[in-house]
């Protein structure tokens, strides 16, 4: 069955409303976009969409409460929430510097949570 | 009494930058206060990608990027100090500030670089009527809450506003486990970058809402729900379309305003469009020796700009301690023009121009192919295409010093020209 997809392109500031037509996965037609960097972009993200995980895991004896966080690269889009839930149960302890690796291999994606900031001991309760 | 070169008031990435520059410049005494208990400033919270772009070439969280900038400043002389409240400054550049250790302070600086930032306009500036629970958040403030103490502040949360931080929260909170219910936007366009609006909030299928608003809100203790409704194009409210939607939380995500109480203590001219002091192709204020920038000056989307129009203050601030900074000669007046809210920097000084400006302009309305026209006494001295421009992406413009050193009188304006004025002569 054909089925249409709508995109707004973020490549550039035009915007582009961009209309994808596939069938059973297959592209057979996009129109709307300005230039040829917005079809590339609505192929990618038919077939690929791709997203940067940044959230943030709780530090023990951190100057601060939390620690920040991101995948290296980015993730299969559909795998975001499920990263979460899998982020949710770890737990840092400071010292923790700029770039450690905090959770290798993450859902098997061969990308791992790297940590977004140096954050020294302290006692986070004297913040609040 | 403490003696410095440089003051810097802020510790975020316009003061870190401008820092830097001005100890590059070869200053030796500089001194940057911040109230917060680390350097910065908000960048430490805004956890998300997308920071860095066109300085670093690749797309950084926020705290990694200050933290580029906080690792460069640790290794130069460069004095910091942290929990330090200004309270205030006059325009002999005497700064009052007072800590828990040292009490207060009186410090006495060459120059002076403000680098306070902004803050959020709340419910009582766009007047929502309605009752007084606990429960309504700034965007900023809930985003601490979550991405620094680690409290989520609600379960079902409610949107006004669709500037960038109030769709970033949008997506952190659904990350989080919360539902939002939707992002109410009194305009008829988002309020931020069109990458927000398909990353936050379409990426999460939440409703946003264009044109309309949030009516009143209800809840004894605690928010229990807010009524939403569509607005006319006066943006005043349609009464048949109001509608009850129950909710915990309500994000208000409605502007930033530059944060300047300390510059008009200084008497510092301020240029009522953007909030900030008026500032001149220097950075300087009207008072000589007092720099500004980043989003003191005015609301920037990017933080790369922040950066760069820091360096600009540093080094001015730098020229000025030394005497290089030119003299003032009589200033040219940088006017918006058709379609444009404000242009920086304001003023313009010099005979002779040797080094590029860059004027950062904020348009009024979408309008698409466009030409930015700069005149001089009538004169077209430049011309510039552009497909699109958009209010929540400031337009930059860079001009040489060839067509600077054209100018005759003593005004600049700066037009937006639309497709059909094209053809007037
Ligand atoms: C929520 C949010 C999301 C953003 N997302 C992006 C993005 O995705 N990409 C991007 O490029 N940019 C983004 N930005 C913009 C960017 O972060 C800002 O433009 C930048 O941080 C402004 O820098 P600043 O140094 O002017 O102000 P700030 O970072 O606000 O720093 C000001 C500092 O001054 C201190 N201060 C203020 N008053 C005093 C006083 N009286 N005494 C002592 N210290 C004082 C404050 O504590 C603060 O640390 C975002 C901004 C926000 C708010
Ligand atoms: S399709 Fe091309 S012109 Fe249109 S928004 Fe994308 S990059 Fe810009």
Redesign the pocket.
């Known amino acids: 069955m054909k089925r249409s997809h709508n995109f707004t392109c973020i490549v550039c500031p035009m915007s582009c409303q961009i209309e994808l037509i596939e069938e059973d996965d297959k592209i057979l037609e996009v129109r709307g976009n300005g230039c040829k960097r917005g079809e590339e972009y609505v192929t990618e993200e038919f077939t690929n969409p791709v997203r940067m995980l940044t959230t943030t895991i709780p530090v023990q004896e951190g100057r601060i409460a939390m620690l920040p966080v991101r995948s290296e690269r980015p993730v299969p889009k559909n795998l975001l929430r499920r990263c979460m839930k899998e982020l949710s149960k770890v737990r840092v302890k400071a010292p923790v510097r700029c770039g450690d690796m905090i959770y290798e291999n993450i859902l098997d994606t061969g990308v791992s949570i790297i940590s977004s900031r140096d954050l020294s001991i302290g006692n986070c309760s004297e913040v609040r | 009494m403490i003696e410095v070169d440089v003051a810097i ?8 930058a401008s820092a830097m520059k001005a100890c590059e410049e070869g200053v030796k005494d500089i001194l940057i ?4 208990m680390e ?5 430490l ?2 956890i ?6 066109f300085i670093f070439e690749e797309t950084l969280t ?1 705290p990694e990027y200050a933290q580029r900038y906080i690792d460069e400043v640790k290794k130069t002389g460069i004095n910091v100090k942290l929990n ?4 205030e400054i006059d325009s002999a550049k005497r700064i009052i ?1 007072v800590n828990q250790e040292d009490g207060l302070l009186e410090i006495e600086a060459k120059a002076i670089i403000l ?4 803050r959020e306009r709340t419910r009582a500036q766009i007047l929502i009527p309605g009752d007084r629970p606990s429960g309504i958040y700034t ?2 403030v809930a ?1 601490r809450y979550i991405n620094i103490e680690g409290v989520i502040p609600g379960k079902k949360v409610v949107i006004l506003g669709s500037g ?2 109030g769709m ?1 929260m949008a997506r952190r909170f659904t990350l989080e486990g919360a539902e939002v219910e939707g992002v109410y936007e009194v305009m008829s366009n988002p309020g931020g970058l069109t990458r927000n609006v398909v990353q936050c909030v379409e990426d999460y299928e939440i409703p946003l809402h264009l044109s309309h608003t949030i009516t009143n809100i209800r809840g004894r203790r605690r928010v229990e729900g807010v009524t939403v409704a569509k607005v006319d194009s006066e943006m005043r409210p349609i009464k048949d379309t109001e509608r009850f939607v129950p909710c915990d939380t309500v994000i208000l995500s409605v502007g ?1 305003i530059p ?1 300047n ?2 510059s008009k203590s200084a008497d510092v001219g301020m240029d009522p469009i953007t909030n900030g002091p008026i500032v001149d192709e220097q950075m300087q204020t009207s008072v000589p020796g007092i720099f500004a ?4 000056v005015h ?8 950066s760069k129009v ?1 360096e600009v203050a540093g080094k001015g601030a730098a020229g000025y301690i030394d005497g290089k900074l030119k003299k003032r000669r009589s200033p040219i007046k940088v006017r918006a023009g058709r379609n444009v809210k404000y242009v920086v920097p304001q003023i313009i000084h010099g005979e002779k121009f040797d080094e590029d400006i860059r004027f950062y302009l904020r348009v009024k309305e979408i309008e698409k192919s466009v030409k930015t026209v700069v005149l001089a006494d009538g004169e077209r001295i430049f011309e510039k295409k552009i497909k699109i421009v958009k209010p929540p992406e400031m337009v930059k413009l860079d001009i040489s010093p060839d067509i600077l050193n054209r100018i005759t009188g003593d005004e600049l304006i700066i037009d937006v020209e639309g497709e059909e004025d094209e053809e007037k002569p």
């Open positions: 008031i802020g510790g975020g990435p316009a003061g870190l206060i911040e109230r917060g350097l910065g400033g908000i960048l919270q805004c998300h990608d997308g920071f860095g772009t926020g330090t409240m200004v309270l500030a680098s306070m930032g902004c965007a900023g985003q960038d931080i970033i930033l944060e109480e300390l920038c980043g989003n003191v609301v920037h989307d990017l933080v790369d700009d922040v820091a």
